[in-house]
């Protein structure tokens, strides 16, 4: 029986692609390097906030990373947050899903993930949220998804995933859980929607209250 929903934030909760691009432009041109391309967007997208640093200076190797991880810890997320774009069904979703299960978030947002509910109004769905800097090892590794469970106590069989990208298969795939795929087709995974209205129609939801 299902017990637990687990979802990714970005591309899935928000739409966060131009939160993101001005927030790591910013750190760009703060140092006088032009901005990221587009393949680079799609790393920051998916990756710990760590990673997206590392990778989109790599072509710098004069820059010492050190100092950008500096500057990064001065610069505040707060003016981005206006970027950022709800799913215009998720709070409906929240609060049909949050009476028959439990509700978590597996994100490789670090500090920023409590101001963007509290903005939001979104903290009291969720039991459980692990970030990037609660874990040892950020998404794709299975941690945070481990921790999830053990916090809840259940079983993978008991838990689905809603997530959007490539580490989120990775992710729920190391730990045996089932993924329903957010807007992307064509990603590996059990089930597609494209939509949160969607949801609570697919089998395993329809199967729970038969």
């Known amino acids: 029986m299902l017990k637990l929903i ?31 391309r587009d393949d680079e967007l799609e790393f920051v997208h998916m990756q710990s906030v760590t990673n997206s640093v590392k990778h989109i200076f790599r ?10 991880f500096r500057r990064r810890k001065t610069l505040t997320y707060a003016p981005y947050l206006q970027h950022m774009k709800i799913e215009p069904d998720l709070v409906d979703f929240l609060k049909s899903a949050q009476t ?9 947002r670090t500090t920023t993930m409590g101001p963007l509910l509290e903005q939001y109004q979104l903290g009291s769905y969720f039991a459980k949220v692990v970030t990037a800097s609660d874990v040892q090892n950020p998404k794709p590794a299975p941690d945070a998804l481990r921790e ?36 992307n087709k064509h990603l590996d995974a059990e089930y597609y929607v494209d939509s949160f209205a969607e949801v609570l ?3 395993p939801f329809r199967e729970e209250l038969e």
Do not use: W
Not at 100 to 105: E, G, P, T, V
């Open 59 to 68: 072509h710098y190797p004069q820059q010492d990373i050190n100092e950008v």
């Open 148 to 183: 999830i469970l053990s916090f809840f106590d259940c079983r993978a069989s008991e838990t689905i995933y809603i997530g959007d990208s490539i580490v989120d298969r990775q992710h729920t795939k190391a730990c045996g859980v089932p993924l329903i795929a957010f807007k």
């Open 100 to 108: 028959r299960y439990r509700l978590a978030i597996s994100t490789n």
């Open 6 to 36: 687990v979802l990714d934030c970005d591309g899935v909760m928000f739409d966060s692609r131009k939160a993101n691009i001005a927030y790591y432009n910013d750190l760009l041109a703060a140092f006088g390097f032009p901005e990221m």
């Open 201 to 203: 129609q697919l089998e």
